[in-house]
Protein backbone atom coordinates (compact mmCIF):
# COMPACT_ATOMS: atom_id res chain seq x y z
CA UNK A 1 0.00 0.00 0.00
CA UNK A 2 2.90 2.19 0.67
CA UNK A 3 5.02 1.90 -1.77
CA UNK A 4 3.86 3.95 -4.39
CA UNK A 5 2.90 7.66 -3.57
CA UNK A 6 -0.30 8.96 -3.20
CA UNK A 7 -1.82 11.55 -5.44
CA UNK A 8 -0.75 14.88 -4.48
CA UNK A 9 -3.77 16.42 -2.28
CA UNK A 10 -3.70 20.12 -3.20
CA UNK A 11 -2.70 21.27 0.10
CA UNK A 12 0.85 21.16 0.86
CA UNK A 13 0.44 20.20 4.68
CA UNK A 14 -1.38 17.35 4.27
CA UNK A 15 0.98 16.12 1.78
CA UNK A 16 3.78 16.37 4.05
CA UNK A 17 1.78 14.56 6.70
CA UNK A 18 0.95 12.04 4.78
CA UNK A 19 4.91 11.04 4.15
CA UNK A 20 5.75 12.15 7.91
CA UNK A 21 2.77 9.45 9.11
CA UNK A 22 3.99 6.43 6.63
CA UNK A 23 7.79 7.40 7.62
CA UNK A 24 6.83 7.10 11.15
CA UNK A 25 5.03 3.85 11.11
CA UNK A 26 7.63 2.48 8.71
CA UNK A 27 9.69 3.39 11.25
CA UNK A 28 7.96 1.53 14.25
CA UNK A 29 7.13 -1.97 12.31
CA UNK A 30 10.66 -1.83 10.78
CA UNK A 31 9.43 -1.92 7.42
CA UNK A 32 11.71 -0.68 4.49
CA UNK A 33 10.50 3.32 3.98
CA UNK A 34 9.32 3.80 0.33
CA UNK A 35 11.40 6.57 -1.56
CA UNK A 36 8.86 9.13 -2.07
CA UNK A 37 8.55 10.45 1.42
CA UNK A 38 12.11 12.22 0.47
CA UNK A 39 10.29 14.27 -2.44
CA UNK A 40 10.62 17.66 -1.99
CA UNK A 41 6.76 18.38 -2.20
CA UNK A 42 6.26 16.09 0.82
CA UNK A 43 7.80 18.39 3.25
CA UNK A 44 5.98 21.91 4.34
CA UNK A 45 7.20 25.50 4.93
CA UNK A 46 6.43 27.50 7.34
CA UNK A 47 6.15 24.77 9.67
CA UNK A 48 2.34 23.76 10.46
CA UNK A 49 1.25 22.78 13.94
CA UNK A 50 -1.58 20.93 13.97
CA UNK A 51 -3.04 21.86 16.57
CA UNK A 52 -3.98 25.27 15.49
CA UNK A 53 -3.48 26.52 18.93
CA UNK A 54 -0.38 28.75 19.45
CA UNK A 55 -0.15 28.17 23.43
CA UNK A 56 0.32 24.33 22.02
CA UNK A 57 3.22 25.12 19.85
CA UNK A 58 6.22 24.78 22.00
CA UNK A 59 4.18 21.11 23.13
CA UNK A 60 4.45 20.24 19.70
CA UNK A 61 7.75 21.16 19.07
CA UNK A 62 8.70 18.82 21.91
CA UNK A 63 6.45 16.49 21.62
CA UNK A 64 6.49 15.34 17.54
CA UNK A 65 8.04 12.39 16.40
CA UNK A 66 11.25 13.29 14.67
CA UNK A 67 9.76 11.76 11.07
CA UNK A 68 6.74 14.54 12.02
CA UNK A 69 9.31 17.34 12.87
CA UNK A 70 11.27 16.62 9.66
CA UNK A 71 8.59 16.91 7.45
CA UNK A 72 7.55 20.57 9.17
CA UNK A 73 4.45 18.72 10.61
CA UNK A 74 4.38 19.27 14.64
CA UNK A 75 1.98 17.25 16.51
CA UNK A 76 1.34 17.14 20.49
CA UNK A 77 1.77 13.49 21.98
CA UNK A 78 -0.92 10.96 22.00
CA UNK A 79 -2.13 12.97 18.57
CA UNK A 80 -1.66 9.87 16.81
CA UNK A 81 -3.18 7.23 19.49
CA UNK A 82 -6.67 8.79 18.90
CA UNK A 83 -6.80 9.88 15.51
Keep these: MIKQPPAPTGAP ?3 AMLA ?3 E ?4 RWGVATPSWVD ?3 RFVEPWWFM ?3 SSLHATALVESPISFAR ?3 FIC ?3 LSYA
Excluded: I
Design 39 to 41: EPD
Design 24 to 27: HLCA
Design 71 to 73: HGV
Design 77 to 79: DGA
Design 20 to 22: ALV
Design 51 to 53: SGL
Design 13 to 15: QYD
